[in-house]
């Protein structure tokens, strides 16, 4: 059974930075899959923020999100970070990790139905 989890989520200051991180089991056996992260802030629908190919070699983010956040991955444990810099309070939700199926070794996703695995989320909030 595959699950993703998520970690590293807080409070911080406008400007700051948070890094977080998924880790995905349950997929020792399957590879050509994408991985990637949306938020959700309530009320409101959940947006893509950020994608990463299954070489790692590619990535997709958001317009929000350019040059402010990289998303990577270590391989070796099957985790994948999101690492935020120059956080602004328009930042602030909820931080999902999603994982797609297997099988695509040229995925890179930003639709929410193009995930199949989610995690719980991580809450992030920035102050002014």
């Known amino acids: 059974q595959v699950q993703v989890l998520e970690s590293g989520g807080g409070l911080v200051q406008a400007g700051g930075s948070l890094r977080l991180s998924c880790a995905a089991s349950?997929?020792?056996?399957?590879?050509?899959?994408?991985m990637g992260w949306f938020r959700q802030t309530p009320g409101k629908e959940r947006t893509f923020v950020a994608a990463l190919s299954w070489s790692g070699s590619e990535t997709l983010y958001a317009d929000s999100v350019k040059d402010r956040f990289t998303i990577s991955r270590d391989g070796a444990e099957n985790t994948v970070f999101l690492q935020m810099n120059s956080l602004k309070p328009t930042d602030s939700a909820r931080y999902y990790c999603?994982?797609?199926?297997?099988?695509?070794?040229?995925?890179?996703?930003?639709?929410?139905?193009?995930?199949?695995?989610w995690g719980q989320g991580t809450q992030v909030t920035v102050s002014s």
């Open positions: 349950g997929r020792t056996f399957e590879s050509g899959y994408c």
């Open positions: 999603v994982s797609s199926l297997g099988g695509d070794y040229n995925c890179l996703r930003s639709k929410s139905y193009e995930y199949a695995y």
